[in-house]
């Protein structure tokens, strides 16, 4: 309802943050960029990531075991294990992968990697080794949700969704009555999934990520993250976007 805003250390767009606790959180965004917050977001300080070089940052994730992993652009892969203050470049998938890496989840015991042109891939080892994965689709993925069951949803471009309760050996197309870019998605506590995108488009779930009911929030912007509050609504966040919508209500109580 109410936010204060800090500046980071550079000029470059953040596209992602994880929070490792409540005192230390990592951002990352285009041009290598790598910011760290040890106070609660009240400041931050630039880390330096050489061989990252100028290619962009998508996404980041904590593992299980402690280690922080970025991704992003021609197949950058880092990885930390100090909390995001070193990182170093690792290899994956293939010598000679070289696309946008757009989502890196852990379930199961396993980690999945999606991203550009069908990329699917899975490690056993938590990164150390890969698998290609057989994509369903030949387009991008822009990222992968784990389900209260167990069970996998794969979200991309042009509205399109797929669901595997085998661990991404076989995927079903989910129905979705939108063509627009999905950008990101979150599951609640209680099972709920949210997936956000493009035109203000927010859809929710609650049967598993089987059917979405579809929404739009007044702003009509791209939408970048949603998750549900405590009271029960759903913040969303975007291109000059951020808003609180209830059950059945689109926008109410926006900032």
């Not at 309802?1 to 929070?19: H, I, K, S, Y």
């Not at 493009?198 to 089987?210: F, M, P, Q, W, Y």
């Not at 405590?230 to 209830?246: E, F, I, P």
Request: charged content about 25%; some cysteine.
């Amino acid at each position: 309802r109410t936010w204060l805003g800090r500046q980071a250390p550079t000029d470059r767009t953040l596209v992602a943050l994880v929070v490792i606790d409540k005192d230390v959180a990592i951002a990352v965004g285009h041009g290598g960029t790598v910011v760290r917050t040890e106070d609660g977001g009240t400041t931050w300080q630039a880390v330096t990531v050489e061989e990252a070089g100028e290619d962009s940052l998508l996404g980041i994730t904590v593992l299980s075991d402690g280690r922080a992993v970025a991704y992003g652009a021609y197949g950058l892969y880092l990885e930390s294990r100090d909390r995001g203050r070193t990182w170093a470049r690792r290899k994956v998938v293939g010598e000679d992968f070289e696309w946008h890496i757009s989502g890196v989840r852990e379930a199961g015991g396993r980690l999945y990697l999606v991203g550009e042109a069908g990329t699917m891939a899975v490690s056993d080892a938590l990164g150390e080794t890969w698998s290609r994965l057989d994509s369903p689709y030949e387009g991008s993925c822009c990222g992968l949700l784990e389900l209260r069951d167990g069970a996998l949803l794969a979200y991309g471009m042009r509205g399109n969704v797929f669901r595997s309760e085998d661990g991404g050996s076989t995927w079903q197309a989910v129905p979705f009555d939108s063509k627009s870019a999905i950008n990101g998605g979150t599951v609640g506590a209680d099972g709920r999934v949210v997936l956000v995108g493009n035109n203000g488009l927010v859809a929710t779930s609650t049967d598993g990520g089987r059917s979405f009911e579809l929404r739009v929030v007044p702003e009509g912007t791209p939408l970048a993250r949603a998750a549900y509050a405590n009271d029960g609504s759903l913040v969303y966040v975007g291109y000059l976007a951020a808003g609180r919508m209830t059950t059945g209500q689109a926008g109410t109580d926006r900032e």
